[in-house]
């Protein structure tokens, strides 16, 4: 069973930066892309970053030069580096996995960005 935990999340200023965490269990993620999304009320779920297992990124126009994504395969962790926050990055975000044709979530990290 694949599990995620994320944490990091918080409420700073406009302008200021968080660290999201994401640690996973369960399965040779090592080999795995992971994923960071975000969802606000009402909203989709909005794709946010990826690293692929060979270490490969890819950004979504919107946090692109803001966010960096990394991980730690010795410490099964994945992270998201939030620089230069704004307001409308305030939402809920989580982390993603696809295993074995199965979508793996975690339970999500509440950032809030006051202006």
């Known amino acids: 069973q694949v599990q995620l935990v994320e944490s990091g999340g918080g409420l700073v200023q406009a302008g200021g930066s968080l660290r999201l965490s994401c640690v996973a269990s369960g399965a040779n993620l090592r080999i795995s892309a992971m994923n960071w999304y975000r969802q606000a009320p009402g909203n989709q779920r909005e794709w946010v970053a990826t690293i692929t297992g060979g270490g490969s990124t890819a950004y979504a126009d919107s946090v692109k030069g803001r966010f960096t994504i990394s991980r730690d395969n010795a410490k099964e962790t994945v992270y998201l580096q939030m620089n230069s926050l704004k307001s409308e990055d305030t939402t809920v975000y989580y982390c993603?996995?696809?295993?074995?044709?199965?979508?793996?979530w975690g339970q999500g990290t509440q950032v809030t960005v006051s202006s």
């Open positions: 993603n996995t696809n295993w074995r044709g199965v979508a793996y």
